[in-house]
């Protein structure tokens, strides 16, 4: 089993919509959980770190559920420039990733 | 923010030979540095962590001869990929661990290195 397993996608969505993420992850000793975000032949960049307490960032919200050991990422009004893959990420001591999930917002 | 610098950006190569691929942090002490691999729609797959002063630690099926990795100092990591094949040839990046106030991981711009 995979440590991090996330649907690749892709998710075609309008603009506007509303849409989730969810990524498993198998170590229940994970303590760092992150979004990352990968535009194509890029680097990944960090999106937000994934608090207990779920966090938000303006359209952006991460929550954790370790009981089902569960990471999320809903964004919100979703934009043409929120195209990308985005990546989940955790663990302890070392941080695994997820494949990515392709999301691609249309006009 | 923090930032990590990767060079070279890209890389061709002949069979054989030897590529060093630097990764460095510029604005935050890092002693732990992840080296990771990417394949056309992969993931990024861990390769090894890097530890500052001590001998990197690789990933299953990960060939540490022919992957060398070096932290001689906290700001900088090197991975040497040697006798390079086709097979080789990948985008690998490279993260640092930032332990600082705003703890995360910060990435490198990645390394695109083909293998002729």
């Known amino acids: 089993r995979k440590e991090v397993e996330q649907d690749p996608g892709p998710f075609n969505v309008p603009e506007g919509a509303t849409v989730a993420f969810n990524c498993t992850y198998s170590?229940?000793?994970?303590?760092?959980f992150f979004w990352y975000r990968q535009d194509c032949r890029k680097e990944p960049k960090l999106l937000m770190s994934v608090y207990s307490s779920g966090n938000e960032d303006g359209r952006f919200t991460a929550q954790l559920n370790r009981a089902s050991q569960y990471i999320s990422l809903l964004i919100r009004d979703s934009k043409l420039s929120d195209s990308a893959t985005y990546l989940c990420?955790?663990?302890?001591?070392?941080?695994?990733f997820g494949i990515g999930t392709k999301l691609q917002v249309i006009p | 923010g923090a930032v990590v610098s990767q060079h070279p950006s890209w890389v061709i190569c002949k069979s054989g030979t030897s590529v060093k691929i630097e990764c460095r942090s510029l604005?935050?002490?890092?002693?732990?540095m992840f080296w990771y691999r990417q394949f056309p729609k992969q993931s990024l797959m861990l390769m090894a962590t890097?530890?500052?002063?001590?001998?990197?630690?690789?990933e299953q099926g990960v060939e540490k001869d022919k992957f060398l990795i070096n932290h001689a100092s906290l700001t900088l990591s090197t991975l040497t990929v040697t006798s390079a094949h086709p097979e080789d040839s990948s985008f690998y990046i490279c993260s640092a661990e930032d332990r600082g106030p705003d703890y995360g991981y910060t990435f490198g711009s990645g390394t695109r290195l083909t293998v002729v």
């Open positions: 990420a955790g663990g302890y001591q070392k941080v695994t």
């Open positions: 604005d935050f002490q890092a002693t732990t």
């Open positions: 170590n229940s000793a994970s303590q760092s």
């Open positions: 890097s530890n500052e002063g001590s001998k990197a630690t690789y």
